[in-house]
C-alpha cells in the first residue's frame, strides 16, 4: 500500500512539475513547435520511453486547413500543413479519425499484438519501426455534449488531436500514463495560446500585409497612429476589366482576378514590397525599405517581373481559352503617412499623403502616353541603377501639381505600348 501511494505521488509530482512548466510556457507565447519540442524533452528527462508525439491542430488560414506535428527522439521535430482538400484516405483510415467518428476521445493500443487485419496502417508502421505501445486523446477547445452534439470528423470542433508512442518493451508504464492525463489539461491551454497567436498573426498578414499586420500585432491599433516615411507607392491595375465583366461569368472573372493578384502580390512580397490593398481590380503597394536606392531598385525590379509574367500568363490563358487581360503600373517615390485611418470601429491600415495622390494621377496617364508602366523621375533619381532601360516619356504638368514632372517608361523589346 505504501509503495502504491508513493508511486502514485511521484507521477503527481511529474504532472505537476509539467503543468507549472507548460503554464509558464503558454505565459511566455512559445510557438507551437517551441512548446511542444520542450514537452517532448520533459516527458524524456523524467524517463518516460516515449518515441513519438504527434500533435494536429485546425488552422484559419486560406491556403491550409491544419497543421500536424510530429516528434521522434531520434530524429527530432518536423512540421506538416495539411490542405483545404477532400478527405485523404490515411487520414480517414487513422485512429484519430476513427475516435471522432465513434465519439471516443481516449484510444490506446498494445503494438506489440496487433490483429493481423489492423485497420489502421499508421499503428502498422509504428509497429514496424519499433514501437509498442499507442495513447491517443482527443482535447477540445470548447464545451461540447457528447449526448448531443455529434463531432464530425471530417470538420471537428476546435481541439487538438494528440498521440504518444512508446518503444519500451512493456510501454507506458501506468505512472507515465498518470503523467500524461494529469498534465493534459495545461498542455491543452498552452497549446490553445500558441494557436490562437498563430491565427492573429496568420490573418492580419493575409488580410492587412506582413508589415502592416505585424505592426497592428506589435500594438500599432490607435487610430491616427502613422509613422512618417519616404517610400515607393505602386498602382497597379488591370485594363480593359469592366467590359470584361459584362461578358465573363462570375465564377471565371473571379479567377482570372487571383491568377493575375496571385502573380503580382508573390512578385512584390519576393522584392520586398508590402501590399496594403486591393481596389477592385487594382493593387496598392509601397516598397519601404529604409535605403530609398534599394526600395526604388526593387521596385523597377517588380514591375520588370510583373510584365514578363503577365505576359506568359496570357499567352498560357489565350491557349486554354479563358479570359485574359492586360496592365498598367505606376511608381513614384515620396512622402508618405503610413499608419490606421478610419473610425473608432473601422480601421484601415494604409497610405496617405500627397505623394500617394500624385502617383495616382500618374496612373492616369497611361492613356496620354501610351505606355503600359509609368516611372517619375523621383524614382529614376534615387534608384542610381542601369539594371533597367528607363526611358524619357517627356514632361508633364500634372492636376495640382506645380512644375511639369518628368515621367519614364522600362524600355520593353518587345514592346510595351498599350
Known amino acids: 500500500m505504501t509503495n502504491q501511494v508513493t508511486q502514485q505521488s511521484q507521477s503527481q509530482l511529474r504532472a505537476s512539475e509539467i503543468t507549472d512548466w507548460l503554464l509558464q510556457q503558454g505565459l511566455d507565447s512559445l510557438s507551437q513547435h517551441e512548446l511542444l519540442e520542450g514537452y517532448c524533452l520533459k516527458l524524456l528527462g523524467f524517463g518516460m520511453p516515449l518515441m513519438r508525439l504527434h500533435v494536429a491542430q485546425q488552422a484559419v488560414h486560406p491556403l491550409y486547413g491544419g497543421i500536424g506535428f510530429d516528434w521522434y527522439r531520434d530524429a527530432g521535430a518536423s512540421q506538416q500543413r495539411y490542405d483545404h482538400e477532400p478527405a485523404p484516405q490515411r ?8 475516435m471522432l467518428d465513434t465519439q471516443t476521445f481516449e484510444f490506446r493500443k498494445n503494438l506489440t499484438n496487433l490483429e493481423e487485419d489492423c485497420p489502421f496502417p ?4 509504428l509497429k514496424e519501426g519499433g514501437g509498442t505501445d499507442y495513447l491517443a486523446v482527443a482535447l477540445l477547445f470548447e464545451k461540447w455534449d457528447i ?12 481541439g487538438a488531436l494528440l498521440s ?9 508504464s501506468e505512472d507515465d500514463i498518470v503523467t500524461i492525463k494529469q498534465s493534459l489539461p495545461a498542455l491543452g491551454l498552452a497549446l490553445k495560446s500558441a494557436a490562437s497567436q498563430q491565427v492573429a498573426k496568420d490573418l492580419l498578414g493575409v488580410y492587412l500585409g506582413e508589415d502592416a499586420g505585424n505592426r497592428v500585432l506589435s500594438g500599432e491599433i490607435e487610430r491616427g497612429s502613422l509613422q512618417q516615411m519616404n517610400a515607393v507607392i505602386c498602382y497597379f491595375d488591370l485594363t480593359g476589366f469592366t467590359s470584361l465583366s459584362e461578358e465573363t461569368p462570375g465564377p471565371a472573372l473571379i479567377e482570372m482576378l487571383n491568377d493575375y493578384f496571385g502573380v503580382v502580390v508573390s512578385l512584390i512580397e519576393s522584392n520586398g514590397g508590402n501590399v496594403l490593398k486591393f481596389m477592385g481590380d487594382g493593387v496598392l503597394a509601397i516598397f519601404g525599405q ?4 534599394v526600395a526604388t531598385q526593387s521596385a523597377l525590379k517588380s514591375a520588370t517581373e510583373i510584365r514578363n509574367r503577365v505576359r506568359k500568363n496570357n499567352i498560357a490563358r489565350k491557349a486554354e481559352g479563358l ?10 517615390l515620396g512622402e508618405v503617412f503610413y499608419g490606421n485611418i478610419g473610425s473608432e470601429t473601422r480601421l484601415d491600415f494604409t497610405v496617405i499623403g500627397p505623394a500617394v495622390n500624385l502617383t495616382a494621377r500618374i496612373s492616369g496617364m497611361h492613356k496620354s502616353v501610351g505606355r503600359r508602366i509609368i516611372v517619375s523621375d ?17 514632361r508633364y504638368m500634372l492636376r495640382g501639381v506645380s512644375k511639369p514632372l518628368e515621367l519614364f517608361t522600362i524600355y520593353d523589346v518587345e514592346n510595351s505600348k498599350l
Not at 499508421?122 to 508502421?125: D, G, M, S, T
Not at 504518444?164 to 507506458?172: P, Q
Open 147 to 158: 449526448q448531443e452534439q455529434h463531432v464530425d470528423p471530417l470538420a471537428p470542433p476546435e
Open 378 to 394: 523621383a524614382v529614376v533619381q534615387a534608384s542610381k541603377s542601369n539594371d533597367h532601360d528607363l526611358v524619357s516619356l517627356g
Open 164 to 172: 504518444w508512442t512508446s518503444d519500451a518493451a512493456n510501454g507506458f
Open 290 to 293: 529604409d535605403d530609398l536606392q
Open 122 to 125: 499508421l499503428l502498422v508502421e
Open 323 to 332: 479570359p485574359f487581360t492586360d496592365f498598367t503600373l505606376a511608381l513614384h
Open 91 to 98: 487520414w480517414m483510415q487513422s485512429p484519430h479519425y476513427f
